[in-house]
């Protein structure tokens, strides 16, 4: 019985390489009108993502002073309208927004003082993880780290404990979104030259955060102000750690090490398309196309759903998943690299099991 499980856990579901990179060869034409943005487009998404959060923001006060509770319930939703304000900037990030650089770079530092992400540092950050989607060797940088099994094996005690916290939902989709938004992003961690002219950004960011924030909290109280916004940091940072999460960690997602990495499959492969109700894709921001949006981060959200519908070679190759699968990405723990898929802790167990009983036969 343990055989047949074995040779069931150990067979791939492959694709074809050739023919995804054959559908796909004129892609850069196909998507070029998308990348054109709209001033108009970006001014109605900037004008009811800022319009919910304000009117919101408004109410929770209200609420606040009656029960915690009842605000706190608002800040369920509140938290969705700053993922899409967080979208806004992660657009002016990529220049995508609108077709000016210096209205990208106000807009985005105004969006950040809302979502409490700085702007130009996690923009730069988050262009290295666009042009390294899937790498094994440097998941660890702007992406969810992922252990491969020998890593994993070979690993101390110490490392095993750190990844099975740091992979635990009930730590990354609770406390981890909360700490990686208010208190990770405090900090320039990563030390290279590619992010050299930033990271004092990251320090101008925190004071301005400060600044706006002491004057929040001056107007509107300090408990009442920094308890409802938290609040609504600490949905927010759920939020985007679940739809960054089930975007790359699927089963059956595309990651590979350098030398047998390509962009195009990475792009198509390597990421998901969320299939979900209209309304969530826009509460996120459309982020759940995120197969087009590697494919071209020139692309602003607004257009996604368009390219999206109008190209259903996309599609074709792309992993969609429901909400319901994507309930199953929080047991793609480890990378099999022999068999190309994300495995839980429990599969690596007994496969090792299995193959240590085979080598004692």
């Known amino acids: 019985m343990l055989y047949f499980w074995y040779m069931e856990a150990t067979t791939k579901t492959t694709f074809s390489k050739e023919q995804l990179l054959e559908d796909l060869k004129n892609w850069n034409s196909m998507i070029k009108k998308y990348q054109v943005p709209s001033t108009k487009e970006a001014m109605i998404q900037i004008a009811n993502s800022f319009s919910f959060y304000v009117l919101l923001l408004g109410l929770q006060f209200y609420l606040y002073d009656k029960s915690f509770f009842w605000s706190?319930?608002?800040?369920?939703?509140?938290?969705?309208?700053?993922s899409r304000i967080f979208i806004i900037q992660h657009d002016c990030g990529h220049s995508s927004f609108?077709?000016?650089?210096?209205?990208?770079?106000?807009?985005?530092?105004v969006c950040s003082v809302c979502t409490l992400i700085p702007y130009r540092y996690w923009a730069k950050n988050h262009s290295f993880h666009h042009a390294h989607n899937g790498q094994l060797e440097v998941s660890d940088v702007g992406d969810i780290e992922v252990f491969t099994t020998e890593q994993y094996a070979n690993a101390n005690w110490?490392?095993?404990?750190?990844?099975?916290?740091?992979?635990?939902?009930?730590?990354?989709?609770?406390?981890?979104?909360f700490i990686y938004v208010v208190i990770y992003?405090?900090?320039?961690?990563?030390n290279s030259d590619y992010f050299k002219k930033v990271k004092k950004s990251v320090n101008i960011s925190n004071a301005l955060f400060i600044a706006v924030y002491a004057l929040c909290a001056y107007l509107f109280g300090v408990e009442r102000f920094l308890v409802v916004q938290f609040t609504n940091l600490f949905f927010f940072g759920v939020y985007a750690l679940w739809?960054?999460?089930?975007?790359?960690?699927?089963?059956?997602?595309?990651?590979?090490?350098?030398?047998?990495?390509?962009y195009v499959v990475?792009?198509?492969?390597?990421?998901?398309?969320y299939k979900l109700p209209r309304i969530f894709h826009?509460?996120?921001?459309?982020?759940?196309?995120?197969?087009?949006?590697?494919?071209?981060?020139a692309i602003p959200n607004y257009n996604l759903r368009k390219c999206h519908l109008e190209n259903p070679v996309f599609l074709k190759h792309t992993n969609t998943i429901t909400f319901w699968q994507s309930l199953k990405t929080l047991r793609s723990n480890l990378w099999d690299e022999k068999n190309q898929k994300m495995i839980s802790f429990g599969e690596f167990k007994r496969m090792r099991k299995a193959l240590k009983n085979s080598v004692q036969k």
């Open 266 to 273: 990475a792009a198509v492969k390597g990421s998901t398309y």
């Open 98 to 109: 609108t077709k000016y650089k210096t209205l990208n770079e106000v807009i985005g530092t």
């Open 158 to 177: 110490r490392q095993k404990l750190y990844y099975r916290i740091y992979r635990n939902p009930f730590y990354l989709f609770t406390i981890g979104g």
């Open 72 to 82: 706190a319930l608002v800040a369920l939703l509140n938290g969705f309208m700053l």
């Open 282 to 297: 826009w509460l996120s921001g459309n982020i759940g196309y995120h197969h087009i949006h590697h494919l071209s981060p």
């Open 243 to 262: 739809f960054f999460y089930i975007q790359h960690q699927y089963e059956h997602i595309f990651k590979a090490k350098k030398a047998e990495w390509n």
């Open 185 to 190: 992003n405090r900090f320039a961690f990563v």
